[in-house]
């Protein structure tokens, strides 16, 4: 049975592939909230909290934010905590836990479709997710042929994270229709794929920004 170290465990797309998955692989939990994790007093920005983990086959980083304003409302302090989230602390993970994985691994980063199309107020996430998408290519390039390294670029999704944009049937109506496909995604759109990009059956992907967001980055409809 894979052991596949997930960061970032009180994600809503962390815990639905927990829930479908669990029987399939021996899970790893790490998060800043104790009680969504296995190890305590972790902080994703500092390293010494980093458990010591040996022989894993996998790594999924979900930590990322959704901070959207005018591009001159930004403040310094705002760019500086999307870029310790969602790329300082992938760095970290990735740098730290590089000597555990096996022969053959699979790591799992996310990126947003506002990496690849242009779209207001969202300045400080495309800018720190679009360097997530170039770490993934270089890694990739770097670490063949033993370990794979792919990016997930969702659009938005029903979470958590996004529940301000799904406050009242008329912003839902609103979402959807920004979407080809009509809708916004689904948890177990994005941890269907996940499980795809940790399994055997991706064996020949890596080096990929895969987008899962109802056709918003290439389709005009």
Same mark, same amino acid.
């Given at each position: ?6 960061? #970032?465990? !009180? *994600? ?13 692989? +021996?899970?790893?939990?790490? !998060? *800043?909230?104790?009680? +969504?994790?296995?190890? +305590? ?12 983990? !040996? ?16 591009? +001159? ?15 300082? #602390? ?9 000597? @555990?994985?096996?022969?053959?691994? @699979? ?10 199309? #242009? ?13 997530? *998408? ?28 996004? !529940? ?12 959807? *229709? ?6 916004? #995604? ?36």
């Amino acid at each position: 049975m894979k052991k596949i170290l997930l960061i #970032g465990a !009180s *994600s809503d797309i962390c815990k639905q592939l927990y829930k479908d998955f669990n029987a399939n692989y +021996e899970f790893l939990l790490l !998060s *800043s909230d104790n009680e +969504e994790c296995d190890y +305590e007093n972790f902080d994703i920005l500092n390293r010494q909290t980093y458990p010591k983990i !040996s022989a894993i086959d996998g790594i999924v980083y979900f930590p990322g934010t959704i901070n959207l304003k005018p591009f +001159e409302r930004f403040k310094e302090d705002d760019f500086t905590d999307d870029y310790n989230i969602n790329v300082k #602390g992938l760095v970290n993970i990735l740098q730290f836990y590089k000597s @555990s994985l096996n022969k053959g691994s @699979s790591v799992v980063c996310f990126s947003t479709v506002a990496a690849k199309l #242009g779209m207001p107020f969202h300045a400080s996430i495309a800018m720190c997710k679009a360097s997530v *998408s170039s770490l993934c290519r270089t890694l990739a390039a770097e670490w063949s042929p033993n370990i794979r390294v792919n990016c997930i670029s969702p659009s938005l999704v029903d979470t958590k994270m996004g !529940s301000k944009f799904f406050r009242n049937e008329q912003q839902i109506e609103l979402m959807n *229709s920004r979407h080809p496909l009509k809708r916004t #995604g689904r948890k177990t759109d994005i941890s269907n794929f996940i499980e795809f990009l940790l399994s055997e059956k991706s064996s020949w992907v890596t080096g990929q920004d895969i987008s899962i967001d109802g056709g918003m980055s290439t389709v005009k409809a």
